[in-house]
């Protein structure tokens, strides 16, 4: 007959070493599912980023139908991995595994994948891919609850927070393009469409954006989405209802301008593009505003400050920049 009288220490020690045990299986099982994941998500991404020229091919048309199911496969893995892994309270791996599915969202963003579109035309979620980009935003921010605090894991929380910054800036210019169109000039009937909620949609998670970015010290990419959210306020502030409105769209449009203008103005060198366009559209909010002398001159000295952009030096650069590639 089995032994009575095991110390309750023993039993004790066993119990932990099990447990041991059965935590290393599980994440050992956990990096096997998201290797899987990880070898369907790079054919997806592969296959996606194919060439225009070479998709046309009948081989190549019977990859992209392929595409769907890599990628339903490649959540799957994802999935059963993140629940091996939620067991066993690794935490940063839940945390990339998050990050891993917000990837597959984003991909079913992508029109080229072979996968039914969600219902579009809903106000509440919006159109198939700001629908898939919410919820790729939905599981970076689930990752940060899992981790809790920075100081828990400081390089995965950064690099969490870069791709939630990333995917919150998509999805404020998504919704703004739906709703406004992609043209810059001022609009009417679009924009007198917009109720508060819509609004919300479209500011709140670029402003979340430029916090995130703010906060990493990425002062490029806050610039980039504080022009992003000086071209919502450019374009709605001639259509408001109220007066009061009106100045309140005009300064937040100046305000995200400046911001932008002064950042890109002092790293000119290798954004000379986006410099020369930014002052452009500045340029055009100034000159909006009628009935200011101020305002004309102010949008000249926009057109101005792109000289150097156009200097012998930011030439030379270009073409060495070029040269490199």
Not at 161 to 190: H, N
């Amino acid at each position: 007959p089995p032994p009575t009288n095991i110390p309750s220490s023993l039993s004790t020690d066993q119990s932990a070493r099990d447990s041991s045990i059965l935590s290393f299986l599980r994440q050992r099982l956990g990096d096997s599912c998201n290797e899987v994941g990880k070898i369907l998500l790079a054919e997806v991404k592969r296959i996606v980023e194919m060439p225009f020229a070479q998709s046309e091919s009948a081989d190549n048309s019977d990859r992209f139908k392929a595409t769907g199911p890599l990628l339903l496969s490649a959540r799957f893995w994802f999935s059963e991995s993140l629940r091996h892994f939620e067991a066993s309270n690794d935490l940063r791996n839940v945390a990339l595994l998050h990050c891993n599915l917000s990837q597959c969202k984003k991909l079913r963003a992508n029109a080229s994948v072979a996968l039914p579109k969600l219902i579009e035309g809903d106000s509440k979620g919006g159109s198939h891919a700001e629908i898939c980009l919410q919820q790729a935003a939905d599981h970076l921010q689930r990752a940060h609850e899992r981790l809790g605090d920075r100081d828990v894991d400081p390089l995965t929380w950064d690099m969490v927070s870069t791709e939630l910054a990333a995917t919150l800036l998509v999805l404020g210019v998504r919704r703004r393009q739906s709703l406004l169109g992609r043209a810059t000039t001022p609009v009417i009937m679009q924009a007198l469409r917009l109720n508060p909620g819509s609004e919300r949609g479209i500011v709140e998670p670029i402003e979340q954006a430029i916090k995130i970015y703010t906060e990493l010290g990425n002062g490029h990419q806050a610039a980039a989405a504080q022009y992003q959210l000086a071209l919502y306020y450019s374009r709605v502030w001639t259509c408001q209802r109220d007066e009061n409105k009106t100045r309140e769209k005009l300064s937040a449009a100046f305000k995200s301008f400046g911001a932008a203008h002064q950042y890109f103005f002092s790293a000119m060198r290798g954004n000379e593009p986006t410099f020369v366009i930014l002052s452009l559209d500045f340029a055009g909010l100034f000159s909006g505003v009628s009935g200011q002398k101020e305002s004309a001159e102010k949008a000249l000295r926009c057109c101005i400050d792109t000289c150097d952009a156009f200097s012998s030096d930011a030439i030379y650069a270009a073409s060495q920049r070029q040269k490199s590639r």
